[in-house]
């Protein structure tokens, strides 16, 4: 391995902003991985593990200690193995869709397909496996297309699209422990929800997941994939690293009395800070619960953001804004 020193972490993250980390490295294979870790151990090193960059942002003093690119990719058919399929295309097609896309005017039900178990890796690309496993005929993960990042970043998050849980395909995850033993995990004790899982809390790497996917329709499923990518490229703007803030309780929504739990939604119809620039930041036009790096921003630009969206929703509505991104601090 090379471990490089002061390396801008900025070209890492999906919102193309943060400072650099005092070490770096790219692991490929577990065991890169864990002599990376054994490494920063032996040197009394802080570390942590990025996958896609996306869903983070990342200081302007940037990270004191090692940063870990996690490339370890692949995947396999464990069981209910299929052959390869002919679908109309290898990717998605872009097609013009007229008018707003519901999304739940495009889901299907495929409860009822045989089912297959896949253990993936969790420096993956979501998108690339998605495509890949539907040129095998299997489907299921293609309800997360567009959604940037890793397999290991999707299951750290918990990430969403509509009602579908990433956590609803897993069978288990297979994990580092603090003192480098490999475990797995069963899915009911990951402490799966909303944006949540129990690796946001230990100290746990996720090194792999077992998913239960299907045998499923992939023309099908690139049918929705076509017409689901043109609204998401319309809709959620770049460079940034995804909503900010979560959607609000239900709880919380009847407090306030507005028809939809969208954090974007306060955001725009009642604070009024759709648009709102602080430096190089800017609150999307497009979509107010996501806010853009709209040329040279500062970490410290996103967080001045941040906290007036908090400091007004606490003043005006009384209620305390909860982030979905993490932050990175030195």
Same mark, same amino acid.
């Given at each position: 391995?090379?471990?490089?020193?002061?390396?801008?972490?900025?070209?890492?993250?999906?919102?193309?902003?943060?400072?650099?980390?005092?070490?770096?490295?790219?692991?490929?294979?577990?065991?890169?991985?864990?002599?990376?870790?054994?490494?920063?151990?032996?040197?009394?090193?802080?570390?942590?593990?990025?996958?896609?960059?996306?869903?983070?942002?990342?200081?302007?003093?940037?990270?004191?200690?090692?940063?870990?690119?996690?490339? /370890?990719?692949?995947? *396999? +058919? !464990?069981?209910?193995?299929?052959?390869? @399929?002919?679908?109309?295309?290898? #990717?998605?097609? =872009?097609?013009?869709?007229?008018?707003?896309?519901?999304?739940?005017?495009?889901?299907?039900?495929?409860?009822?397909?045989?089912?297959?178990?896949?253990?993936?890796?969790?420096?993956?690309?979501?998108?690339?496996?998605?495509?890949?496993?539907?040129?095998?005929?299997?489907?299921?993960?293609?309800?997360?297309?567009?959604?940037?990042?890793?397999?290991?970043?999707?299951?750290?998050?918990?990430?969403?699209?509509?009602?579908?849980?990433?956590?609803?395909? /897993?069978?288990?995850? *297979? +994990? !580092?422990?603090?003192?480098?033993?490999? @475990?797995?995990?069963?899915?009911? #004790?990951?402490? =799966?929800?909303?944006?949540?899982?129990?690796?946001?809390?230990?100290?746990?790497?996720?090194?792999?997941?077992?998913?239960?996917?299907?045998?499923?329709?992939?023309?099908?499923?690139?049918?929705?994939?076509?017409?689901?990518?043109?609204?998401?490229?319309?809709?959620?703007?770049?460079?940034?690293?995804?909503?900010?803030?979560?959607?609000?309780?239900?709880?919380?929504?009847?407090?306030?009395?507005?028809?939809?739990?969208?954090?974007?939604?306060?955001?725009?119809?009642?604070?009024?800070?759709?648009?709102?620039?602080?430096?190089?930041?800017?609150?999307?036009?497009?979509?107010?619960? =996501?806010?853009?790096?709209?040329?040279?921003?500062?970490?410290?630009?996103?967080?001045?953001?941040?906290?007036?969206?908090?400091?007004?929703?606490?003043?005006?509505?009384?209620?305390?804004?909860?982030?979905?991104?993490?932050?990175?601090?030195?």
């Amino acid at each position: 391995m090379e471990i490089k020193q002061n390396v801008l972490l900025a070209n890492f993250t999906t919102f193309r902003i943060g400072g650099p980390a005092d070490y770096f490295v790219e692991v490929l294979s577990q065991d890169e991985l864990i002599e990376a870790i054994t490494w920063a151990k032996e040197n009394s090193q802080k570390y942590i593990v990025l996958g896609g960059g996306s869903n983070i942002l990342v200081s302007d003093e940037g990270f004191r200690g090692l940063v870990i690119l996690n490339n /370890i990719s692949g995947y *396999e +058919v !464990l069981e209910g193995r299929t052959k390869s @399929v002919d679908s109309e295309k290898s #990717e998605a097609r =872009f097609t013009q869709v007229n008018g707003n896309v519901n999304l739940k005017d495009l889901v299907y039900d495929e409860s009822s397909l045989p089912r297959v178990s896949v253990k993936i890796q969790s420096g993956s690309d979501l998108g690339v496996v998605i495509n890949e496993l539907l040129g095998k005929g299997i489907t299921g993960l293609h309800w997360f297309v567009g959604i940037p990042g890793t397999i290991g970043g999707a299951v750290f998050n918990n990430i969403h699209c509509g009602d579908f849980l990433f956590s609803q395909f /897993i069978e288990s995850v *297979e +994990v !580092l422990d603090e003192n480098l033993n490999k @475990v797995i995990i069963p899915a009911d #004790e990951c402490d =799966f929800g909303y944006d949540q899982s129990r690796f946001q809390k230990s100290k746990e790497i996720i090194l792999s997941v077992n998913f239960k996917l299907y045998k499923g329709d992939v023309n099908k499923a690139r049918e929705f994939m076509q017409k689901w990518m043109v609204y998401r490229v319309g809709r959620y703007p770049l460079p940034s690293a995804g909503c900010v803030f979560k959607n609000i309780d239900k709880e919380t929504q009847q407090k306030l009395g507005i028809p939809t739990p969208s954090m974007g939604y306060v955001i725009d119809k009642m604070l009024g800070l759709k648009g709102k620039k602080i430096g190089g930041a800017k609150i999307s036009e497009k979509h107010s619960a =996501f806010i853009v790096n709209d040329g040279g921003a500062k970490a410290q630009d996103v967080m001045n953001l941040i906290n007036l969206v908090k400091s007004e929703a606490r003043k005006r509505y009384n209620f305390e804004p909860e982030l979905e991104i993490f932050i990175v601090s030195e």
